[in-house]
């Protein structure tokens, strides 16, 4: 039999249960006059057997700390009582979509150590993700969520301010002074030690919030509050050092996370990509890119859980460099390393995003193509950058220049810093040679719509420009000499020459993708016998006049008109045609239509396909 709810502050009440559920009597009655309480964490739903003892009527909000059962299977309980659910926003989809996460999930052959498993059966209804880094009041009580990684990617800790104590939900990132409930739980990857490294970096971000006592989800509530912080970091950075060839500082990484370059302009060692720091006489900052702040490695997995922004590096910012404002970030490219915090950043500082004009479509909708690595969400831009032009930031002026190569759609941003002409290239090639050597490999990637002739352009653009400095996404700072940029504007046409004696191009203009067919969107959702628009654009190979053929697929029982699309092209000419396609009555994921293919003599088959989920109307 589970112990009897107790005190532990003024309204405050433990109570035991598969973990600790705390429940928070509001201050004030609620307008009907019922005495409310939130709750972190629900456990098995014991809170809800306890209300009558302790004179609370009912329960308005669960606010979570993590996705495991032991925290969560309560909550259809919780929902049947009419309580809000409210969980991390990295771990949202482990709780209103856990059933994809089991239909999808890997369990043959598995590397994948990390307890993503450890959820749900089935999924419950989200009212909606907590504010990370904000105060909110939520059902009549004040409190602030701020990111805790650890013990999963996305765990949260809640701050409340009660009688003059600063008191910290923690969940299962500590569980005593100095300890953790559960080490297997921090495994997020075979070999790598990223879970506890975040713990680290976690318990000494919550210590610098000073909080007067730890309330866990498993364990006794803890008085000293920043020693018990303190030593778990301690002994937490020592386990980490036990698995690596080399100590890792990682009190270092947080607090000195910004190396300067020049005296205006820093690099965040700490974050993955490569982030950079403009910083104007007013006190203000613009970065480039800003993907995942203060990193300790991927976890394995590509799903929404696997992966964590947040703001980390920014009190350093703030407390180094004088930093009063962030009111500008620049995206180089779509890419989720370079944008993932993007819009954390903006919610909590209210940092404008700024794309060029070519990668703000592609943030804004990321079903829209089939391209690689892009975020979860949308991510709509605060201002369109025009390519080729130049925009005023404070004293800086920045030049926007079209860089395909990586990708299509990716840009250079050119300034002017402390006399250092400085040339931000993002992921266009890597820097992988030897101290004092200099050796580039083009980081061209096929299905992020790499050309033939796009290296050789870049090489171009930097010549013209001649900076000073070569900033990357993911290597070191490379300072340039005009025999740098001719070895870069080389490697580029050695890059092109062996695709010509590779690919039958004398042949067909295959492109250095061979695709001559795209489908938009790629990815779509619509409930039953909906009409959906899509485009086919489609090129000519040949050297002469060809006919294009195209002739859409679909599952049975959907409808598509025309059946046929036909279009005479000219040599090397890129046309679209567009068709109409009606789903079926059923409610399905990841339906796959395709269009078959024929230019000329040369038939391609079913050469391009967009994947469509037909889905009730609260998922569309």
């Known amino acids: ?73 309560g909550l259809p309980r919780a929902v049947d009582h009419g309580a809000r659910i409210h969980v991390p926003p990295v771990e949202v989809d482990l709780f209103a979509r856990v059933d994809e996460m089991w239909a999808t999930r890997t369990l043959d052959n598995d590397y994948n150590v990390r307890q993503d498993r450890f959820s749900l059966l089935d999924p419950v209804p989200v009212h909606g993700t907590v504010p990370e880094y904000r105060w909110w009041t939520v059902g009549g009580v004040d409190v ?43 495994q997020w990857s075979y070999t790598a030690t990223e879970g506890p490294a975040m713990a680290v970096l976690s318990c000494h971000l919550l210590a610098d919030e000073r909080p007067d006592r730890l309330l866990p989800s498993h364990g006794d509530v803890m008085t000293d509050a920043v020693a018990a912080l303190t030593l778990l970091a301690e002994r937490m950075n020592a386990y980490v050092d036990s698995r690596r060839w080399h100590d890792w500082n990682l009190v ?17 060692r700490s974050s993955l990509s490569c982030s950079y720091v403009l910083l104007s006489r007013t006190g203000e900052a613009l970065l480039v890119d800003y993907g995942y702040d203060m990193t300790t490695g991927l976890p394995t997995g590509q799903d929404r859980a696997s992966r964590r922004p947040w703001l980390a590096s920014l009190p350093a910012l703030k407390k180094q460099f004088g930093v009063t404002r962030i009111s500008a970030v620049l995206a180089t490219h779509y890419h989720d390393d370079h944008v993932a915090g993007m819009p954390l950043l903006r919610d909590v500082e209210g940092t404008e995003i700024w794309a ?140 092109d020459e062996l695709h010509h004696e590779l690919l039958p191009l004398d042949e067909l203009d295959l492109g250095a993708d061979g695709v001559l067919c795209r489908l938009y969107p790629y990815r779509a959702a619509a409930e039953p016998h909906s009409a959906l628009d899509y485009r086919a654009v489609v090129r000519n190979p040949h050297a002469s006049e060809a006919d294009a053929v195209l002739t859409p697929v679909v599952p049975h029982g959907w409808a598509v008109e ?55 109307a609260e998922r569309v």
Not at 260 to 265: G, V, W
Not at 439 to 446: G, P
């Open 1 to 73: 039999m589970s112990a009897a709810p107790r005190e532990v502050a003024r309204g405050v009440w433990l109570v035991p249960d598969t973990c600790n559920v705390y429940l928070i009597v509001a201050d004030r009655p609620a307008e009907d006059g019922a005495r409310t309480a939130i709750a972190i964490d629900f456990g098995a739903g014991a809170a809800l057997d306890a209300l009558p003892a302790l004179g609370i009527d009912r329960i308005t909000d669960v606010l979570m700390t993590h996705h495991h059962r032991d925290q969560a299977q």
């Open 144 to 186: 602030r969520p701020l990111p805790t990684p650890g013990h999963t990617v996305g765990s949260v800790s809640y701050l409340v301010h009660r009688d003059g104590e600063r008191l910290a939900f923690t969940g299962d990132l500590i569980y005593a002074p100095g300890k953790v409930w559960s080490l297997a739980a921090t």
């Open 356 to 495: 060029p004009e070519h990668v703000a479509p592609v943030l804004a909708d990321p079903w829209e193509h089939d391209l690689p690595c892009q975020w979860y969400e949308p991510i709509v831009a605060d201002r369109s950058l025009p390519l080729g032009e130049t925009v005023r930031w404070n004293e800086y002026e920045i030049t926007v220049h079209d860089q395909p190569g990586h990708t299509l759609f990716a840009a250079a941003f050119e300034v002017e810093v402390d006399g250092v002409k400085v040339v931000f290239t993002g992921d266009q090639q890597e820097n992988l040679g030897l101290p004092g050597e200099r050796r580039e490999i083009l980081n061209y990637q096929y299905r992020n719509r790499f050309r033939l002739g796009d290296y050789v352009a870049s090489a171009q653009l930097y010549r013209r420009i001649a900076p000073g400095l070569l900033l990357s996404g993911h290597w070191e700072p490379r300072t340039t000499d005009p025999a740098y940029l001719e070895y870069l504007l080389q490697a580029g046409a050695n890059l």
């Open 252 to 268: 270092d990484r947080l607090r000195n996370p910004y190396v300067p370059l020049t005296e205006h302009l820093l690099l965040n």
């Open 562 to 616: 025309p059946s046929v699309a036909r279009a005479t092209l000219a040599p090397g000419e890129e046309r679209e045609l567009v068709f109409r396609v009606t789903t079926g009555d059923a409610v399905s994921r990841r339906n796959r239509l395709a269009i078959d293919v024929t230019i000329g003599e040369l038939r391609l088959g079913q050469h391009v396909e967009a994947i469509v989920d037909v889905v009730v």
